[in-house]
C-alpha cells in the first residue's frame, strides 16, 4: 500500500533577475510504507526542494501530495506543523542540533510537538545510536559522527511514518557515513518507518535495493 | 503542556543568555525607568501623607508677619529661620483667647552639633496630645525639665545620633547652623529622652524657653520675646475667627491655619519637579524599549535558524512567537523586580534624609495596588517591543534557512 504519491507536483522560483526557474516537477513518484529508497541527483538539482514539498516546508505551486491517502497540499499551517511533528521525520546534512540543548534535551523537544511523550523512549533511542553515555553532552561535546546519530535518533523519536533524509552523510567521512546509513536503515526497519535518502553520493544510494536517479523523475531542467 | 511550557522557557532563557549584555542593559534601563516613576510617586504620596500627618496636633502657627509657609516650616518641622520675633504678651494674648484650646510658645535660635535647641513649657511635653490620644512619652528615668532649670529633653533621633543620655550635659551654640566659635557658657544637664514619634519632634532638643531667652550672650530684648506659638483651637469657628483678626485686620503677626492646606499648597508648587522626574522616567521607558526591541532584533538575526528548525520539527509558529514574547518577558519581569528594588532603595535614601532633615519619618515602602499596575505596565511594555521580533519569527522562512540546499 502506498504510504507517500506524487502526482503532477511542480515547483518555481522567481531568480533575481526576475526570470521563473522550475526546480521541481515530478509527475510520478511514490513509496510503500516501511519502503527504503536512495535518491541520488547532483548538488543544486532541486533535491532539497523536492523533500520540502514532501515534508510541508514549501508549498508547491501545482501537483498533489498525498501521505497516507491525504492530499497534504491542501492542509492549513498548523495540520503540515502536526504533519512534520508526528508523520514525518527529517535529517539534515548539517544535522541541525539545536547548540543550547544536550543530546536528551534535543530529543525531548522534538518529542514535545507530538503526541506520545515518553522520556524513556528517547533515553532508549540515545542508548540504540550508542550514546547512552552522552545524554547530557551538548551537541559542541559531541564527534561529528555522534551528532549525526543523535540528529538520527531525533527524526525517529516521533514513531513517524516516513523519514526524509537530506545528504545525510554529506558531513562524514567514509566510514562514518558507512555507519550512519546502516544505523538509520536498521532504526527505520525497527520501527517500520519508510525512509526516503537523497543524496549525490552514489555509495550511499548504492546501499538501498530501490534506487532512483533524481533527474529522470524530475522533469526540469534547470540547475537550481 | 508542562514540558512545552518548559521548552518555551528553555529557549527563551536562552537567547537572554545569548545576549546577556544587551539583554541586561535592557533589564537596568527598565528597572531605572520604573524605580524612578515608582520612586517619585511613592516620596511624593508619602511625604506628603506624612508631613500632614506630622502637624504634632496643631491646628495654627502664630509668629511675626510674614509667609505662612516658613511659619510652619520654622514652628512645627524646625526648618528654616524664623521670620521674625513676637512679644510675650501676644502669646498670653492668643492663650487665653476663647476658642483657644491650647497655645504653647517657641523660642528658637540655638543648636547643639546642628540640631536645633528649642524652648517651650513643659506642658507642650506632657500634656499635648501631638496625635489623637496620645502624649509625648519618655524613656525609661527620664523626666520633662523643670521650667526655671537649665535641663534639656532630647528627641529620640538626636539622642541617636548624638549619643546624648540622661545626666550629660552639653553647651549650647548660638544661630541655627552649628560653628564651634558661637559657644554658649552655659551648661546644661540632660534630664529625659523622648520616645520616637516620628514627628519633628524628634529631631530637636527642647529646653525651658526661659533658658534661650536668657540664655548668656543673647541680648537683653530676647529675654521678652518668642519665635512663635503653637496653637489648638477647640473648634473651627475659632480658626476663622483668628485668621481674620490677625491676618486680614492686624499688621504685627500672622496666624498660619490651617496648616494642612498651607503645606497642600506647598507640594502643589513642587509639582513641576514631579514633572520633571516623571517625564525622564517616561523618556528611560522608552529608551529601556527600544533596547528590547534592538536586543531582540539582534537575537533573531541569529536565532531565524533555531527558529526554522524548531518549526521543521513540528513547532508551530505561535510556538516560535511565543520564544521571542517569552524572551521579551523575561527581560521585563527582571525590570520589574529591579524597578522595585530601585524605588526600594532610593525611598529608603529619601526617607533617611527627610527624616533627618525634617523628623519626619515616610511610610516604609509597601507594594500597594498602583505599585502592581506600574509592574504590569512594565510587563506589557516590554510584551509591546517584543511584538516586531515575534512577529519576524512568526513568518520565518523554514526553507531559506535551513542551512545546505540541493
Redesign the interface.
Known sequence: MSLLKVNRLKKSFSSPEGENINVVDVDNFALTSSEFCGMR?????????FL?LL?G??SPDDGVIELEGQNTVDLN??EK??????TIG?V???F?L????SCI?NL???????SN?SESYAEDLLKKVGLAHRLSYKPSQLSIGQQQRVALA?ALV?KPKLVLA??PT?NLDSKNAKNAINLLCELCRETETALLV?S?DERVVSNFDRQVDWNEINNTDSEG | MK??FG?LF??SS?GI??FIFSSLIASLSIAMAGGLFLSTWKIKEGAQKSFKLSSSGFDAVLGARGSKLQLILNAIFHLEASPGNLDWEQYELIKNTRGVKEAYPLAVGDNYMGFRIVGTIPSLLTEHEWQEDTQYELNRGGRVFSESNKEAVVGSFVSSRLGLKVGDTFHPYHGLTFNESSKHDDIYVVVGILSATGTPADKVIWVPIKGIQHMEGHASEYANSISAVLVKFKGIAAGMELSMKYNRQGNQATLAWPIARTLAEFFKRLVWFEEILKAIAYLIALMSSLIILATLRNSMNERK??FA?????????S?VTQVVLGQSLIISFIGALGSFLICFLTSSLASYFIRKETGVMLEPFTLDLNAWYVFLTIIFLGLVSGIPAAISAYRVD??KN?????
Open positions: 541527483g547532483e548538488s543544486g538539482s532541486g533535491k532539497t526542494t520540502h515534508a516546508i514549501l499551517s498548523s506543523d502536526s504533519l512534520r511533528a508526528g527529517y539534515f546534512q548539517s541541525n539545536l547548540q543550547g540543548f534535551e525531548k523537544l522534538a518529542m514535545s510537538f507530538g511523550y531525533r516521533n537530506d545528504e554529506g537523497v549525490h | 514540558k512545552r521548552n528553555h529557549l536562552r543568555k545569548q535558524r533555531d528548525i524548531l518549526r521543521c520539527l513540528g513547532a508551530s509558529r510556538f523554514i526553507s535551513l542551512q545546505h540546499t540541493t
